[in-house]
């Protein structure tokens, strides 16, 4: 799985959109990018996924870079509910077979 | 209903015992895992088993062993429990194939270890 960076930190007011970038500058073609996150003391939870094509679904949207070295997700009008660790992960199509392979994520606190 | 389940949600025991702690999902899915996620939040994954293939990730201790009496079910049974098995476990679910990589987790088991 190709390497992902997130920022440790991001703060976001309640009502505005939080973009969330992760760089993957070794991303190779068969790769996707997936988004999960994880609300304090529940498990972590899909959001979505993409290829080189920007994907929209009801949670959020996830912009790729035309080379496809770094992405954003962007959860449109964030609430207190949406304040989690958000996780980028990168990885090819099919290969969750032997898990997941979660980083440190980006811990995104929604302010009221 | 609950997509994928564990119980117990909470567990606390003395160090030697051995315990488990099943899983269920009710989404038809044919690959089930266990992650562990430590004292500093770092979420590893510990199996992932489908009715053809176990895949161990090489860092678990062979204390922990997964058992899958049927499709819908994954428990993971811990022998010999020590202080640094403390942590949360989670278990998840997927389609196989090329769906393997959207994992739907349950809402974890927090255990313990005095």
């Known amino acids: 799985d190709a390497k992902t960076t997130q920022p440790p930190s991001m703060d976001c007011a309640e009502g505005r959109a939080a973009n969330l970038p992760c760089n993957h500058s070794?991303?190779?073609?068969?790769?996707?990018v997936y988004w999960y996150r994880q609300i304090h003391s529940q498990g972590p939870q899909y959001i979505i996924h993409?290829?080189?094509n920007n994907e929209t679904n009801e949670m959020a949207s996830l912009i790729i870079t035309e080379d496809r070295k770094s992405s954003t997700l962007i959860l449109p009008h964030a609430t207190l509910r949406d304040t989690a660790v958000y996780y980028c992960?990168?990885?090819?199509?099919?290969?969750?077979?032997?898990?997941?392979?979660f980083g440190k994520g980006t811990h995104l606190i929604i302010q009221p | 209903d609950t997509a994928v389940s564990q119980t117990p949600k909470y567990l606390v025991t003395q160090m030697g015992n051995d315990k488990s702690i099943k899983c269920e999902q009710n989404l038809g899915h044919d690959t089930m895992y266990w992650y562990k996620q430590d004292s500093k939040k770092f979420l590893k994954i510990m199996f992932s088993?489908?009715?053809?293939?176990?895949?161990i990730n090489e860092t678990v201790p062979n204390r922990f062993s997964p058992k899958s009496p049927d499709k819908a079910h994954l428990n993971l049974h811990i022998n010999s429990l020590e202080l640094g098995d403390s942590a949360v476990y989670f278990c998840?679910?997927?389609?196989?194939?090329?769906?393997?990589?959207?994992?739907?987790f349950g809402p974890g088991t927090r255990l313990t270890v005095l």
């Open positions: 998840a679910s997927s389609r196989g194939g090329h769906f393997s990589d959207t994992q739907y």
């Open positions: 088993y489908n009715n053809k293939e176990l895949i």
């Open positions: 993409g290829l080189k």
């Open positions: 070794t991303i190779s073609g068969n790769e996707y």
């Open positions: 992960i990168v990885r090819a199509s099919g290969g969750g077979a032997d898990g997941l392979t």
